[in-house]
């Protein structure tokens, strides 16, 4: 069996991608997290499975490292739109990419798909659509409780669920501590992605980000939009936000009708080649 994986990043969050119209390795649990794992496989912060074409257009799925299938991610949406473009299934400066949590325009900036500017899609707060537990209500500047302590919180879902805690300090080390009690916490019934949110002005933010599946992350665009999204709600902010995190920062733009557009960079790291004694290990499971 011949296999190689594409390996980019977007602002230090890593992503393998493996084109299934050039290799046949049929995914499962036990394969997605040996090959993400960053001391006996690759490692990656998840694979995206694409190009796959149906009903006339482009589909990705994504994969995080324990296995479980994420909706949406808006660092693996600009990486995949990179490799899309790359290796020539694009040609023209827009397309439209479909995902599990729906699709998305993207508009590349540079002609080597390194910098663009994708349209995420609308937020929704309502909690029966992120999902959050409870009669159905808008979940903004909502109390929750976790380890023990009350936190004033609002919850979304840009085609995936997010849930955004202000605060006046953030630090990695709190997003770890807090963040696997708040993502299997029982407010959330399919888990949820977590930002510590810092106001700095009216233009910038910093957040810490504790991804469902994937635990702490150096960046997150998905996870830039929520918060976003959420400052902007809460009137902390303006439309137009720079989103600063640990990885980089992230241009995020706030529409009249809180359509959420994205603009950031992607690099291209090379291609990861198994050997035949690792393929054989993922033969076996």
Excluded at 113 to 141: C, F, H, Q, W
Excluded at 164 to 186: H, Q, T, W
Excluded at 208 to 217: K, L
Aim: hydrophobic content about 40%.
């Amino acid at each position: 069996m011949k296999l190689s994986l594409e390996r980019y990043h977007g602002l230090g969050n890593d992503y393998l991608v493996l084109d299934p119209n050039k290799f046949n390795l049929p995914l499962n649990e036990k394969i997605i997290r040996l090959i993400c794992d960053r001391n006996f496989g690759f490692g990656s912060d998840g694979i995206l499975l694409g190009p796959i074409f149906e009903d006339g257009g482009i589909s990705v799925r994504i994969y995080n490292p324990d296995g479980s299938e994420a909706e949406k991610s808006g660092n693996g949406v600009r990486i995949f739109s990179r490799y899309v473009k790359n290796f020539g299934y694009v040609k023209d400066d827009e397309f439209v990419l479909t995902t599990l949590g729906g699709k998305v325009n993207v508009r590349y900036l540079k002609p080597d798909g390194s910098l663009m500017r994708v349209l995420m899609g609308k937020p929704t707060y309502n909690s029966a659509e992120i999902p959050v537990a409870g009669a159905e209500r808008l979940v903004i500047d909502e109390p929750m409780r976790f380890l023990n302590r009350e936190y004033r919180v609002t919850c979304l879902s840009i085609g995936n669920p997010h849930c955004v805690i202000p605060m006046d300090e953030i630090s990695k080390e709190a997003a770890i501590g807090l963040g696997s009690r708040v993502e299997s916490a029982p407010y959330f019934p399919n888990r949820i992605n977590m930002q510590l949110l810092k106001v700095l002005s009216r233009s910038d933010i910093a957040i810490e980000i504790y991804e469902r599946g994937a635990g702490y992350t150096l960046a997150s665009g998905s996870s830039s939009c929520a918060a976003a999204s959420a400052a902007f709600r809460l009137g902390l902010v303006d439309r137009d936000i720079a989103v600063h995190m640990p990885g980089g920062t992230l241009q995020i733009e706030i529409q009249p009708d809180e359509s959420v557009y994205m603009t950031g960079t992607v690099n291209y790291v090379g291609t990861v080649t198994p050997s035949d004694e690792f393929l054989r290990e993922l033969k076996a499971l």
